[in-house]
């Protein structure tokens, strides 16, 4: 008996050890990644006391819980189509024992629980930071650029504005509501996207070039560049005073409005609140470039890396939010492209740098 306990004492003890190895050189292989959270969360702090709006880290709760949601709704798709597989295509006689042992052994490895600390930790970090400095952007560079946008895109655009050319989408309700729910659906799609990537058991160059590009897409597309080309987007145009170029297109939305709900006017109203100071909250207006498409993009390079149908499914939803920032009134047809530009420039960059200058450990 006191040689099996001291037995299983050793047991823990190594596996402890073990853990704690795997941990610090997962940490070590995300040194780049950390350093980036660390960064954006300093030019946060220094924005925040600049703007007299420090860094909100009620955001990290806010997100821990989507995170968490996305785990369990993960977890169970997980486990219901491990277990039906085991039972119905596989035939296993005990199914239930034999998916309860892959699921110990999925979540028990130290490998990937390692590799999971350390990339939520970064991501969440960095999150974070650009809550802070998005809504940052309409204190330190007032609205500047919709005028000149706007011509842009009309000039693009063979005269027209772009959401005219999409005029037979923009009168039928139905298919503002479908564009609205996809829109909105772009949040559960980042978090799962960046949610899949962290727990991934194996350490890649992929699963760094997709991390690495995430924080730099935000950093200087949503902070910088929109500090650049301050905007605020047609939905807004003729509240800043800028003319009556765009009230056909809010005027269709709002008649849409009264058929289905389009959370989009409700969203652009609670920013603007925000933005005015009528009520406190997200001051977070923010056009060019458009970070929807740029993410929809993102995403859509890695999950084509990860699997050719996830990658057509991924560009596919990119092309939906594209034509929903313009039909919903949020961006100009610019902002998406410029975003869309930017996220393969750097995902290609990333891509490079990690071919040749990759942390040691990295598959």
Not at 151 to 168: I, Q, S
């Amino acid at each position: 008996m006191e040689n099996s306990v001291a037995t299983s004492s050793l047991t823990r003890t190594a596996v402890g050890r073990a853990f704690l190895i795997a941990l610090a050189d997962a940490f070590q292989r995300h040194r780049l990644l950390h350093a980036m959270a660390v960064a954006a969360l300093l030019l946060a702090t220094a924005v925040g006391i600049h703007t007299a709006n420090m860094p909100d880290f009620g955001v990290l709760k806010e997100y821990g819980q989507y995170l968490f949601i996305a785990f369990w709704i993960c977890g169970c798709v997980f486990a219901l189509g491990s277990f039906f597989n085991l039972a119905l295509i596989k035939r296993d006689t005990e199914p239930l024992g034999a998916f309860l042992k892959s699921l110990g052994s999925f979540f028990g490895d130290a490998e990937r629980t390692a590799n999971s600390l350390n990339g939520l930790a970064s991501s969440i970090a960095f999150i974070s930071a650009v809550g802070v400095l998005k809504g940052a952007i309409a204190i330190l560079s007032p609205f500047a650029w919709d005028k000149a946008l706007a011509h842009a895109d009309r000039v693009l655009h063979f005269g027209r504005a772009p959401h005219e050319w999409l005029w037979f989408v923009v009168q039928s309700p139905l298919a503002l509501r479908l564009l609205n729910f996809a829109y909105n659906f772009w949040f559960i799609a980042l978090i799962a996207t960046v949610f899949t990537a962290c727990i991934t058991r194996s350490d890649t160059k992929l699963r760094h070039q997709f991390l690495m590009s995430f924080m730099l897409v935000w950093t200087f597309g949503g902070f910088f560049l929109a500090m650049g080309l301050s905007s605020a987007g047609p939905c807004y145009f003729e509240r800043l005073g800028l003319g009556t170029d765009f009230r056909p297109l809010m005027q269709a939305l709002a008649a849409a409005g009264r058929v289905y709900p389009i959370w989009a006017l409700s969203t652009q109203d609670m920013l603007w609140s925000g933005y005015t100071g009528a009520t406190s909250g997200s001051i977070g207006i923010s056009a060019f470039p458009s970070m929807h498409v740029a993410m929809a993009v993102l995403f859509a390079l890695y999950a084509m890396r990860r699997s050719r149908l996830a990658g057509m499914l991924m560009w596919a939803f990119a092309g939906i939010i594209m034509i929903g920032s313009v039909a919903l009134g949020w961006h100009y047809a610019l902002d998406g492209y410029a975003g869309a530009f930017l996220s393969v420039a750097i995902w290609k960059a990333c891509g490079y740098f990690l071919s040749r200058f990759a942390p040691e450990g990295i598959a």
